[in-house]
Structure formats: structure tokens, C-alpha cells
T-cell receptor, first 117, second 111 residues
Framework: GAVVSQHPSRVICKSGTSVKIECRSL??????MFWYRQFPKKSLMLMAT?????????EQGVEKDKFLINHASLTLSTLTVTSAHPEDSSFYIC?????????????FGPGTRLLVL | DAKTTQPPSMDCAEGRAANLPCNHS???????VYWYRQIHSQGPQYIIH???NNETNEMASLIITEDRKSSTLILPHATLRDTAVYYC????????????FGKGITLSVRP
């Protein structure tokens, strides 16, 4: 299957700082990227959807000014958690689909574990 | 997108077939059935998807009933590494379609 990478794999930061997470599609052009969040023992929850070159569409209850998403190219999307607080500690997972062998299938990255102290 | 119902958990013996059921009685004609799995602390892994015909790939087989209201994912020879949470998801087509995850089914493969 297609490969999606995320960086960093884990990050620890102080409360009030901002953290940027990168998501890259390595072998296909991602026309649409998705960002999910997963708390311990819970399922994945979709945060936002972004199409290349357009503003992201956020799910209900997700603060767009806190979780900044940029999808500037067909292979890169970034999620910035601004002014992070301990309650933002979670497992953040990106997903992508797009031009290539199977345009309808979403492929997921390995996830980024964020711990805010 | 239609919702799915899965049992919370099941187990099977290593080397035996694992049959994971999924109910999607409200599925509509243009919606696909997708299966993903998530091994602990990793991102979900795509397994297989189908519309109405049965599908098979190197990982699994997907059997969809004729009325499309339910499906079964079959892992033909389960190994310990198949222990994971398996998600059955129904998704339409189009630019605005997205995967919505339920609770999934936890498969435990025992030695």
C-alpha cells in the first residue's frame, strides 16, 4: 500500500508552546489529507479535512485557531497545535488519499504522540 | 455515511481462520465497505474494501452478503501479529467522503 509518514513520532513540550506535526505522502500525490486524534482506549476522531491549496474543513467542536492545518502541496500537510495545554496530549494521526493507484483509499501515517507538560 | 455494528471482541487460535463480522444494514448503493486494523500505538493499516462483490488480497478476504447489509472479514491463517483492533467502516465516494471510526472489534489471537 501507499506510504504516509509523520514527523516527529513523539514530542514533549511545555504548556503554552506550539508544536508542529508534519505529514507526508511518499509515493503518491495526496489531494486530500485528514487529521485524526485518538485518546487512550478510544477510537480515532476526525479533526479536519484539507484539500491541497484550500482551507481546511474542521469537524464540529474542533477549534480551528488552535489546530492550524496547512496543506500547501500535494505531498505535505502540517498540523500546528498552538498554545498547547495538557489536555491536548494525545495521539495525532494523519491520513491521505489522492492521485495514484487507488484514488479512493485512505492511507494512514504512523501517528505522533504529543505530551504537554 | 451508514453506521456499522461490530462485536466488541473475539479471539481465535493461531493458524486458524479469523472471521470478523460487521453489520451495516443502512448502507446505500454507492457506499463501500472498508476494513482497517490498528495495532497498539500505531496508525491504522488499510486491509481491504469492496462494494458488492467479494474481494481477496494478500492480507484477507472480504465477503459481502447479497443484500449488502453485512460483511465478514476473513484472515485465513491468523498469526499472533494479527492481534489488533479491526474497524469496519462504510464510506461513500466523492471529494467530501471521509472515514468515520467506530469502536471496532478487538481480535486476540492466542498461541
Amino acid at each position: 500500500g501507499a506510504v504516509v509518514s509523520q514527523h516527529p513520532s513523539r514530542v514533549i513540550c511545555k504548556s503554552g508552546t506550539s508544536v508542529k506535526i508534519e505529514c507526508r505522502s511518499l509515493d503518491f500525490q495526496a489531494t486530500t489529507m485528514f487529521w485524526y486524534r485518538q485518546f487512550p482506549k478510544k477510537s480515532l476522531m476526525l479533526m479536519a479535512t484539507s484539500n491541497e491549496g484550500s482551507k481546511a474543513t474542521y469537524e464540529q467542536g474542533v477549534e480551528k485557531d488552535k489546530f492550524l492545518i496547512n496543506h500547501a502541496s500535494l505531498t505535505l500537510s502540517t498540523l500546528t497545535v498552538t498554545s498547547a495545554h495538557p489536555e491536548d496530549s494525545s495521539f495525532y494521526i494523519c491520513s491521505a488519499r489522492g492521485l495514484g493507484r487507488d484514488q479512493e483509499t485512505q492511507y494512514f501515517g504512523p501517528g505522533t504522540r504529543l505530551l504537554v507538560l | 455515511d451508514a453506521k456499522t455494528t461490530q462485536p466488541p471482541s473475539m479471539d481465535c487460535a493461531e493458524g486458524r481462520a479469523a472471521n470478523l463480522p460487521c453489520n451495516h444494514s443502512t448502507i446505500s448503493g454507492n457506499e463501500y465497505v472498508y476494513w482497517y486494523r490498528q495495532i497498539h500505538s500505531q496508525g491504522p493499516q488499510y486491509i481491504i474494501h469492496g462494494l458488492k462483490n467479494n474481494e481477496t488480497n494478500e492480507m484477507a478476504s472480504l465477503i459481502i452478503t447479497e443484500d449488502r447489509k453485512s460483511s465478514t472479514l476473513i484472515l485465513p491463517h491468523a498469526t499472533l501479529r494479527d492481534t489488533a483492533v479491526y474497524y469496519c467502516i462504510v464510506r461513500g465516494t466523492g471529494a467530501n467522503s471521509k472515514l468515520t471510526f467506530g469502536k471496532g472489534i478487538t481480535l486476540s489471537v492466542r498461541p
